[in-house]
Each structure stands twice: as C-alpha cells, then as structure tokens.
T-cell receptor, first 113, second 113 residues
C-alpha cells in the first residue's frame, strides 16, 4: 500500500518547546516538501528537498528546521523561535522536483499554547 | 509569494449544475496544476496542464489554460454533493522558481443536494 504518511494527526505543545513532525513516503520519490496552511488560506512552502542530503528554504523557513538523511523520510522541527506555530502542516512528495504532481499526506494539526 | 489567485473565493451551487473556478498567475510557467482538499485533509491532485497545452479533460473535469492571459479555469460538470471541497491551483515556474509549486488561496465549493 504505497503512500505518504504523517504522524501524529493532532499534536499539542506548550510554548517554548521544540516539536518534530514526521513525514514518511514509500513511493520512491526524490522530492519532498513541507507546507503550512492557516485557516481559510492556501499553502505556504516551508522547506523542500529535491534529493537526499539536500534541502532548500521555502518562503517561510524562519523558526523551522528539516533533515533529509533518508529518501523516504523528511521530518520537520518546529522550534521555539517560530512566533506563531499553531497551524495545519502538510507534507508532500513528488517523483522529482520538476514537472510532476505532488502527493500529499493527511496533515498534522499542531496547537501550541 | 502567491503566484496563483483563484476566483471566486467561494461558490455555492445545486447538485447537477456546473461549477467553474478561475486562476490567474503572474509569471511564465512550465505547468499549472489543480488540487482538491476536503476539510481537514491533505490535498489530492486532480489534473496537470503543461504550458503548451490549451485544454485537458479528466472525467467530469475540464481544465483550460490561456498563457497569453496567464489564466486557467477548472470546470466541474454535473456536480455532486461529494464535490464539496476547496480547490487550489498551483503553478510550476520551473527552475526560475526553484522547481517548486506556488499555490493560490483556493475556491471553496459547496454543492447543495
């Protein structure tokens, strides 16, 4: 059963704590992405990776960090430096970064109080 | 930066009617993609149209692309209550944008039974 998974579905944290969101894919895709979605809004790109051991900042990278040590995994850490971390986080993957559709995970809703 | 802008922001129709959503963008693109998002879920890819294509069909979906006007439209024919969702256009500007997608803010479609 191929796909992209994110865990957990809901996550609650206290302000000042770092938190790591998981994203795994078994589609053998080279490219992976992290987006943030706020209520009633579109998706904003946080970080993306076109290949293992490489990643680039998106439009709103401040306060976030990523790693891409394995092809199938692209975890996102929301650090305490992120001023407004409460949001819906979506991970996606694509066969490659150029010219292909993206496949999305089910999302993680993070609430920080 | 928001590349695509959808119009209208919200659309409410009766089952059986057609729904048309529009997307405008600012820079030249390699392809334009449409995605669907049910409330609280990940996005699902609907259709990809390349810059050298003018029209594409997939089931009840018809997408047009006018690169001279930098606009695209998504037509859903014979709509069903299950089509209720948010619809997003996303542009791929190729290497000039770092080979990533830029999403609009979406059209919320409600199909009333």
């Amino acid at each position: 059963d191929g796909g992209i998974t994110q865990s957990p579905k809901y996550l609650f944290r206290k302000e000042g704590q770092n938190v790591t969101l998981s994203c795994e894919q078994n589609l053998n895709h080279d490219a992976m992405y992290w987006y943030r979605q706020d209520p009633g809004q579109g998706l904003r790109l946080i970080y993306y990776s076109q290949i293992v051991n490489d990643f680039q900042k998106g439009d709103i990278a401040e306060g976030y960090s990523v790693s891409r040590e394995k092809k199938e995994s692209f975890p996102l850490t929301v650090t305490s430096a992120q001023k407004n971390p409460t949001a819906f986080y979506l991970c996606a993957s694509a066969r490659s970064a150029e010219g292909y559709e993206q496949y999305f995970g089910p999302g993680t809703r993070l609430t920080v109080t | 930066s928001q590349q695509g802008e959808e119009d209208p922001q919200a659309l409410s129709i009766q089952e059986g009617e057609n729904a048309t959503m529009n997307c405008s963008y600012k820079t030249s693109i390699n392809n334009l993609q449409w995605y669907r998002q049910n409330s609280g879920r990940g996005l699902v890819h609907l259709i990809l149209i390349r810059s050298n294509e003018r029209e594409k069909h997939s089931g009840r979906l018809r997408v047009t692309l006018d690169t001279s006007k930098k606009s695209s439209s998504l037509l859903i024919t014979a709509s069903r209550a299950a089509d209720t969702a948010s619809y997003f256009c996303a542009t791929d500007a190729g290497e000039t944008s770092g080979s990533r997608l830029t999403f609009g803010e979406g059209t919320q479609l409600t199909v009333n039974p």
